[in-house]
């Protein structure tokens, strides 16, 4: 009898096989909820607007009311990170009525390198060399570069030590460092990581389903660049 009594409460203390099931799904969901608090210290989404970054980046069209219509892809920013030459960057600028917005564009050069532009052609003197490499930029296409059009022409300039020459690659319609100036190291939000590119298709696709489809701004972290 006392056998049989312990075997019934051995029976009822030991967890179902649908407790167990439910048990791990919550340790998964804690786990994922952890790994997505990591993640969003080291990396913040990023929703591309414009043309500028074109054909690398596609941006989204803005309406008339200057709401951001769906189209755009989604890249992550490492904000930790440090950048190098032809990384793609978000970084802080103002507008001419004194807005602070982010901007999104390639390294060109660092403080201490000389730049010029001949119709469309990028040459580059790093500090402490003395002759100009002429560039090979396989991220600007050429129907992006037309070699009339008059930004496409920039005179040499010495970037300001502490400073990086950013532009666009869509270089026809890209206000950047030709118009704006150096960009100091200060203004950096972010370095845009080669994985974050490669993916950009599936990433665009998860943020454009919960963005656009369901009207969920994840998190809250999301920003533009143009």
């Not at 099931?21 to 608090?37: D, P, R, T, Y």
């Not at 989604?74 to 990170?81: E, I, P, R, T």
């Not at 532009?117 to 600007?140: M, S, W």
């Not at 950009?200 to 696709?205: G, N, R, V």
Request: include cysteine; glycine fraction near 8%.
């Amino acid at each position: 009898m006392l056998k049989k009594v312990g075997n019934s409460l051995y029976d009822r203390q030991r967890p179902s096989f649908a407790n167990l099931i439910l048990n791990i799904l919550l340790i998964v969901i804690i786990l994922i909820f952890v790994a997505e608090i990591i993640f969003n210290m080291y990396f913040m989404n990023i929703y591309v607007k414009g043309k500028s970054m074109m054909p690398t980046l596609i941006g989204a069209p803005t309406a008339g009311n200057n709401s951001i219509l769906s189209g755009g892809d989604y890249v992550f920013v490492d904000s930790h990170a440090i950048p190098d030459y032809s990384d793609i960057v978000v970084a802080k600028t103002t507008s001419a009525e004194g807005m602070s917005y982010n901007i999104i564009k390639r390294v060109i050069a660092f403080g201490g390198d000389t730049v010029k532009i001949d119709r469309g052609q990028l040459y580059l003197k790093r500090a402490g060399e003395d002759e100009f490499t002429k560039i090979q930029e396989d991220y600007v296409a050429v129907e992006n570069n037309d070699p009339t059009v008059v930004v496409n022409t920039f005179e040499t300039h010495v970037v300001k030590e502490g400073c990086m020459f950013l532009m666009g690659d869509n270089r026809n319609v890209s206000e950047d460092s030709r118009q704006k100036g150096d960009f100091s190291m200060e203004s950096l939000v972010g370095v845009v990581p080669q994985w974050s590119i490669d993916n950009k298709q599936w990433i665009t696709s998860i943020y454009t389903f919960f963005e656009f489809t369901l009207g969920f701004n994840r998190l809250n972290s999301k920003m533009y660049g143009d």
